[in-house]
């Protein structure tokens, strides 16, 4: 069996009049993510360790965010579209383990419907996915509430 592990970053600023999208739900806050997509910050860390595990490049190189086909664009369906890459090139999901920097909202109460989502969305079990969170104890951008970061690492492997 061939393993491969991959690491994805992913930042976006907060700002007003936008949803706060998060590991595919809709969490309500006074502020969202800004970005071309709907900017769900945990989907691109996921999707950018996936392609980094299987030597595919990042999310910025298949789902560009200067194409009008990705504006706006949900972004279970870039990592449902990231799968189906992955899966194609011979690779099998192993786990995910994941975490997102945030001041607010707090994460922690949104973790079980995040990992039911994700599950559906990767076609996996629940069981196969880590979801973490943390603050920056009021330190830097996180910290001021500027804007949210997330780290994802997977397992992928081919039989």
Not at 57 to 78: A, C, E, Q, V, W
Not at 128 to 155: C, D, H, P
Request: net charge negative; with cysteine; aromatic share 6%.
């Amino acid at each position: 069996m061939k393993c491969r592990v991959g690491m994805g970053f992913d930042v976006h600023r907060l700002v007003p009049d936008r949803d706060l999208w998060l590991g595919g739900i809709k969490i309500e806050h006074s502020l969202g993510l800004l970005g071309h997509s709907d900017a769900d910050v945990l989907i691109h860390a996921i999707c950018d360790a996936l392609l980094g595990a299987a030597n595919m490049r990042d999310i910025g190189y298949h789902f560009p965010d200067t194409s009008d086909d990705t504006l706006n664009m949900d972004s279970k369906i870039i990592l449902r579209k990231t799968m189906e890459l992955i899966r194609g090139k011979g690779y099998q999901f192993g786990n995910l383990d994941a975490t997102v920097c945030a001041e607010r909202p707090k994460i922690n109460p949104h973790v079980p419907a995040i990992k039911k989502c994700l599950a559906e969305v990767m076609d996996t079990d629940e069981e196969n996915i880590s979801i973490k969170a943390t603050t920056t104890e009021k330190l830097g951008f996180t910290g001021r509430e500027e804007g949210m970061s997330a780290y994802a690492t997977v397992l992928i492997y081919q039989e």
